[in-house]
């Protein structure tokens, strides 16, 4: 099996442990009896978690070696998912969270991500690196939109007579089982994926430390944003706002992902003929316009589609800015670079969730969607200021 190949195997059965974790996790909670506001805890520690891990793993994630970091990570991340499945006190949630990395954003902008980041570009060229990161990003949300669906097992595990606890519990631990099988595809990865450290440059070069500085920030904005859109969020606005069920919101994510899936290899087409960063831009926009229309949805089918719609476009820009971050740094700049972006979006994704459990409990469900909006427009306005005419080798 090729390196690439690994990495995609391994990258599809996380993102079906995430997707499952985002429809299951904020329902989880829930039916233990807890609220809102311990939801939006629990999801920020998870979240501290995965930035403290993505910080270390920015700056010795090299020199420790990509193939052992993934496998350590890994390991870490079902440790984590079989406490949370144990637990009951918030406080164990939450650690247990912690140490596991158990975000419930239903995706990954993680330690683990910023790794395979860094990997891929190593298994081809420039003029395919886009399309790469592409497929990966398909595979990603085909792999969400699949562990969404597993949100139906404890209806079914209740049907054969589970308690309603014990199958929540047991979703949770299928959660971690994803996980620890991606284990073995990681520790085959050959020396060809790994930085030479000989030639590792941090600090960066000037100019590469220039503009990761100004991208960190960018992302950071976006990602206080789309902290306010985790899925384990969305499944709780869902579930709250029209009553819908935990099969309903699975199938609507199986459908939404299906969508972000298509919309990766239209972007690595449209890129190809617009640019990366228009093509982050100018499809980032509609879908924040898109957004602020949901809470005005007077059904549970109208909001579906406005979702559906937005998921569409929203995520378009995923393999388009990491292809352009990889792009305009230096090949042994890459773990550095992958890690930092990444830490800026998961260290501003921290705030978010607890925020937004606390603007909905005092005001209302749709508020911390027009948080997110606002947000996100003034992202991308900033962003194409900064870098419309900062081109990758292939467009120059």
């Not at 442990?17 to 996790?25: C, E, K, Q, R, T």
């Not at 070696?65 to 499945?85: D, I, K, N, Q």
């Not at 969400?144 to 199958?167: K, N």
Request: hydrophobic residues 55%.
């Amino acid at each position: 099996m090729s390196d690439r190949a690994r990495i995609y195997a391994a990258s599809f059965l996380r993102a079906l442990a995430n997707g499952l974790a985002g429809v299951v996790l904020g329902i989880y909670i829930a039916k233990l009896g807890h609220s809102v506001v311990v939801l939006g805890l629990v999801l920020s520690t998870g979240l501290v978690g995965a930035t403290l891990t993505a910080l270390v793993t920015t700056f010795y994630g090299d020199r420790f070696g990509r193939r052992r970091a993934l496998v350590v990570l890994g390991a870490m991340s079902a440790v984590g998912g079989l406490a949370a499945a144990a637990a009951s006190d918030p406080a164990a949630i939450a650690f247990a969270a912690f140490f596991g990395m158990m975000t419930g954003m239903g995706k990954d902008r993680g330690a683990m991500l910023a790794l395979e980041s860094a990997a891929l570009p190593s298994t081809t060229d420039d003029a395919g690196r886009t399309r790469v990161f592409a497929w990966h990003a398909v595979l990603q949300d085909v792999g969400q939109a699949l562990g969404g669906l597993f949100a139906v097992l404890p209806g079914l595990l209740i049907g054969y007579g589970a308690t309603e606890t014990g199958a929540y519990r047991g979703v949770i631990v299928l959660y971690a089982l994803l996980t620890a099988a991606s284990l073995p595809l990681y520790a085959g990865l050959s020396a060809r994926t790994e930085a030479d450290v000989r030639h590792l440059r941090v600090p960066l070069s000037p100019r590469s430390r220039s503009m990761l500085a100004k991208i960190c920030a960018l992302f950071a904005l976006d990602g206080v944003g789309g902290g306010f859109l985790g899925s384990a969020l969305f499944s709780y606005f869902f579930f709250s706002a029209f009553g819908a069920t935990e099969a309903q919101i699975a199938v609507l994510f199986l459908v939404g992902k299906a969508m972000s899936a298509t919309s990766h290899l239209v972007a690595a087409w449209l890129a190809r003929r617009i640019g990366l960063v228009n093509t982050m831009v100018f499809t980032h926009i509609p879908s924040s316009l898109i957004l602020v229309a949901i809470p005005f949805a007077g059904s549970f089918t109208a909001a579906a589609v406005l979702y559906l719609l937005r998921e569409g476009l929203v995520e378009m820009d995923v393999p388009t800015r990491t292809s352009y971050v990889m792009a305009v740094v230096a090949p042994e700049e890459r773990t550095f670079a992958s890690g930092a972006t990444g830490i800026a979006r998961l260290a501003s994704w921290a705030v978010a969730p607890a925020v937004a459990g606390v603007t909905i409990q005092a005001f209302s469900l749709g508020v911390p969607l027009f948080i997110a909006a606002g947000l996100k427009i003034t992202y991308d306005v900033l962003l194409y200021a900064a870098f419309r005419r900062v081109k990758p080798p292939e467009e120059r």
